[in-house]
């Protein structure tokens, strides 16, 4: 399987996975063991996506049944925005490690760069955005340096091995390397033929950062949360479904290829086995330079998932 070197660690991050977002928890531990059995050896999960301990579940049948090691695994979770002060990182990692049943995580990120009010896991968890009333947002003044120092802490007592994030801006990025004392190794963010994102996947380039597309098909994600913005499916569109044809892929093998041949992982979530098998067989074939640039032609800053600038129910910002 395809992988790319994370710069400190050397460890290989493969670059297609599956995504946990949304994946309901009654048939979580399934969809992952199943995931496993079929190839896929990295898992993308989040405190937020609220499976935690199903995904866990999954992966500890595929260990106890020697379908893989753990060191052939490459489980990815993501620190919520409401545990960013120095008090919690650690207590939240390790929450979230023992719900995996894991005793350390291949890659932890800082899921937004926005710190939110503290609230008490005993009291609801995961608490997304928004308190008890589910409208209101309450920011917390936690900087990203106290949170990126206690993620390197993560890594000094091996219950990271990598640790990255999500979700920023090159600025952030740039000003965090400032004080890093571990450079992040990883940025996630929305990159789709509607999102290409050049500018930031050229920065982290230079900067030996790798990159995760998340919502590698665009709207697609987002039409059951009507939050799609009207776009047309990346699915329809000329560009991708001419090249789809042209090699005989399907238009999501030739979204994730299109992100996977320049070094970009993806994690999609698929909905069923036969779309997971089509997603995790995306990278035996090459566009040619003239085809990804057409499906790059397609960019229009675009962006699904910013609840910062574009949700309004975060009316606060
Ligand atoms: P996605 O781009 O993976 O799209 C998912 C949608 O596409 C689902 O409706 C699914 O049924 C459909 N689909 C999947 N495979 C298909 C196929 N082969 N053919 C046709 N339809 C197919 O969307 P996503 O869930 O937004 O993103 C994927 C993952 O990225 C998430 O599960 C999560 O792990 C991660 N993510 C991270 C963040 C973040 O803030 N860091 C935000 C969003 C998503």
């Known amino acids: 399987m395809s992988a790319v070197a994370l710069a400190r660690t050397g460890q290989a991050m493969p670059l297609v996975g ?10 979580c531990a399934d969809t992952v ?3 496993i059995k079929a190839g896929y050896r990295l898992f993308d999960g989040a405190g937020d996506y609220g499976n935690e301990k199903e995904a866990g579940e999954g992966v500890r049948r595929a260990l106890t049944d020697g379908l893989v090691k753990r060191e052939e695994l490459f489980i990815t979770s993501k620190l919520w925005n409401t545990f960013h002060a120095k008090e919690h990182v650690k207590v939240l ?8 049943g894991l005793d350390y995580f291949d890659l932890f990120l800082v899921h937004f760069p926005i710190a939110l009010a503290y609230v008490d896991p005993n009291h609801r968890y995961p608490p997304e955005w928004w308190g008890d009333d589910g409208k209101s947002v309450t920011l917390q003044d936690t900087p990203m340096q106290e949170t990126w120092t206690c993620m390197e802490e993560l890594v000094d007592l091996g219950l990271a091995k990598n640790i990255g994030i999500s979700n920023c801006q090159g600025s952030l990025i740039i000003d965090m390397l400032r004080y890093a004392r571990i450079k992040p190794q990883v940025l996630q963010i929305e990159l789709h033929p509607y999102l290409t994102q050049e500018a930031i996947v050229k ?3 230079e900067l030996g950062i790798a990159i995760t597309a998340y919502s590698s098909f665009g709207p697609q994600g987002y039409y059951e949360l009507s939050m799609d913005r009207g776009a047309t499916s990346l699915f329809k569109v000329d560009a991708v479904t001419t090249v789809a044809s042209k090699h005989g892929k399907s238009p999501a093998q030739v979204l994730l290829r299109w992100a996977t041949q320049r070094d970009i992982a993806v994690v999609p979530k698929a909905s069923g086995p036969e779309r997971a098998v089509e997603n995790l067989k995306s990278d035996g074939f090459e566009l040619s330079a003239e085809e990804m640039k057409a499906i790059s032609a397609l960019n229009c800053d675009l962006r ?7 949700d309004p129910r975060l009316g606060i910002f």
């Open 93 to 100: 990692a390790e929450k979230q490690l023992g719900l995996w």
């Open 18 to 27: 599956f995504g946990l977002w949304k994946v309901p928890r009654p048939i």
């Open 33 to 35: 063991y199943n995931a």
């Open 304 to 310: 699904m998932n910013d609840p910062a600038d574009i």
């Open 203 to 205: 920065l982290c380039k």
